[in-house]
């Protein structure tokens, strides 16, 4: 069963770290062609790309997390990191890993309509 699992959401301090996981569970994804990726949706809004890593290891960013958020997967294919430092108060939301099956760079890369899988989220609060 392909799934993708996501954790590690909780509540921080403004300017305080948290790290999300992503358990992933993707058989067709077992070749370099694919691009997983971390979105996030607050309250009200549309839901929009963070961070993303395709099979190259070539990661893009959105530009409000652009050194503070860093993204690694390790080398079994089976874990996605989000790292998230520096927590802001835009910050907060429900935040979803997907996977598409190809590599994505840039702006491609954080466009949701890419991702063909998807799991449900983890909670992320930032304290002021």
């Known amino acids: 069963q392909e799934e993708l699992v996501a954790s590690g959401g909780g509540s921080v301090q403004s300017g305080g770290s948290l790290t999300l996981s992503c358990a992933v569970s993707v058989s067709e994804y077992i070749n370099d062609r694919y691009t997983l990726g971390w979105f996030r949706q607050a309250s009200g809004k549309e839901r929009e790309g963070v961070a993303a890593?395709?099979?190259?290891?070539?990661?893009s960013f959105a530009d409000s997390v652009a050194g503070r958020f860093s993204i690694s997967q390790d080398n079994g294919k089976t874990m996605l990191i989000l790292l998230m430092n520096n927590l802001k108060p835009e910050d907060p939301a429900m935040y979803y890993c997907?996977?598409?099956?190809?590599?994505?760079?840039?702006?491609?890369?954080?466009?949701?309509?890419?991702?063909?899988?998807g799991g449900q989220g983890t909670q992320v609060t930032v304290a002021s």
């Open positions: 997907a996977a598409a099956p190809l590599r994505l760079y840039k702006e491609a890369a954080l466009q949701t309509t890419r991702y063909d899988k």
């Open positions: 890593i395709n099979g190259h290891r070539f990661t």
